[in-house]
Each structure stands twice: as C-alpha cells, then as structure tokens.
C-alpha cells in the first residue's frame, strides 16, 4: 500500500501586492485506493495545493513536507514527481501546437515507465481507453488540446490516467465545464481507472454533482488555507444544504 503524506504544508506565492501566503498548514494523509474529496469557497487554496503537490514553481514552499512512501517529494523535479507515481488532471489544460495525442501519450507512457511501450499492445490499449470514454479514434491525430471543447479537454486529462496508472491522482476541478452527459463519463473513467490500479485519489471541486458518481471516503473542507472540517460523505451532503457560509463567517 502507497501512502501520500502532506504535513504541515505552507505555501506563498508572488502578487502584485506582494508576496502572500496561501497554504496555512495543511495536514493530509491518502493511502491507496481511497478516495478522498476536498471542497471549499473560491480562493481558499485547493488549487495551490494541486499544483504544490505536481511541483509548479510559482509555489514557494516555506514549511512543511510532503512524502511519497516516506521520500519527500519537494525535493524532487515535477519529472521525477510524475514517475514517481504522481498524476495531476490539470483544471485549464494547456494547448500544446505541433503534438499530436497518439505522440504526446507515447511519449509520456516512455518517460514514465523508462522503456518505450511495445506497439501493438499500446495501440490496442489506447483504443480500448478511446472507446470507453466515447472518444472517436481520429482524436488521436489532433494537437494537444488545440480546439478541444471543454469536454474533449477533460475527457484527454482522464484518457492520461487511465493510460499512466500513477499511485496518486490529482484532480483539480474536473467537473468544471462538463455537461451532466460528459460528467457522467468521465466520472466513470475516474473510477475504472482507479478500480483496475488502485491508485489513492484527491478531487477537488467546488460542488457535489461529480461526488454522485465518484463516491468520496473522506471529505475535507478547505477554507483560508486551511482544513476546516473532515467527515465522511455526510459532510458532502451537509455542505450541498448549508454552503460554506459558516465556515467563511467563522
């Protein structure tokens, strides 16, 4: 069993105002195959978070850890991140002019696994993923998300997990944008892809919709920086009823 560690986790970043702290101290502890959910108001720090754990290095680390089986992963290059089992499903992926998908998830699976994946088992692989989350096989032809619809967008950040199996998937907003038909979907691939490798799974999101179709262990609420609370999927269902008012109000 893998385990993801994040202990006592501060993060600034630069502003026009200057530099501000974003993360206040964040506890947080995955273990493989759960699933655990982080909701909360915008600007409370959950992409930060995402994105401190991938490695972007707009995010100053100024305390604190963050462990992959016990190795601190900061001290890591966001490479050496992703083959060590780390998977980020970015909320605004970017447009990569010139890539095609079939090279681009080649590429990737190289550079993860260390050795080029045999062809023909690859191809049929990469089909069969394809056909699970409704993709038309010319998608593969097309740039890197030059065009795409949101839907096409996130339905590619899903087709990489399933394709890459890491041990920790982050997820950053991948319900954003998505109608109820592709939410439905990819949602769906989430949890094939975590079924069949067992990785430890961190969603965030700012609304239960997606939490209908993948079923959270654990609920964390992220307000100013912080965990402000910690349940179980009741407190999904409370925070749908109430908002985060008294969170924010606190």
Known sequence: ???????????????????KEILKGVDLVIRSNESHAIMGPNGSGKSTLAYTIAGHPKYLVTEGEILLD??????MSVDE????????????PVEIPGVSVSNFLRTAKTAIEGEAP????????????MENLRMDASFTERNVNEGFSGGEKK???ILQLE????????????????????LKVVSEGVNRAKDANGFGLLLITHYTRIL?????????????????????????????AEGYDRYVRA
């Open 212 to 240: 209908n179709y993948i079923k959270p262990d654990f609920v964390h609420v992220f307000v100013n920086g912080k965990i402000a609370e910690e349940g179980g999927p009741e407190l999904a269902e409370r925070l749908e």
């Open 155 to 157: 339905r590619h950040e």
């Open 70 to 75: 016990g190795e601190n992963i900061l001290e």
């Open 118 to 129: 045999s062809l023909r088992g690859w191809i049929k692989e990469v089909k069969g993923a």
């Open 1 to 19: 069993m893998a385990t993801l560690e994040i202990k006592n986790l501060h993060v600034t970043v630069e502003t026009d105002q200057g530099t």
């Open 163 to 182: 394709l890459l199996k890491p041990k920790f998937a982050v997820l950053d907003e991948t319900d954003s944008g998505l109608d109820v038909d592709a």
């Open 81 to 92: 991140r992703a083959r060590a089992g780390v998977f980020l499903a970015m909320q605004y």
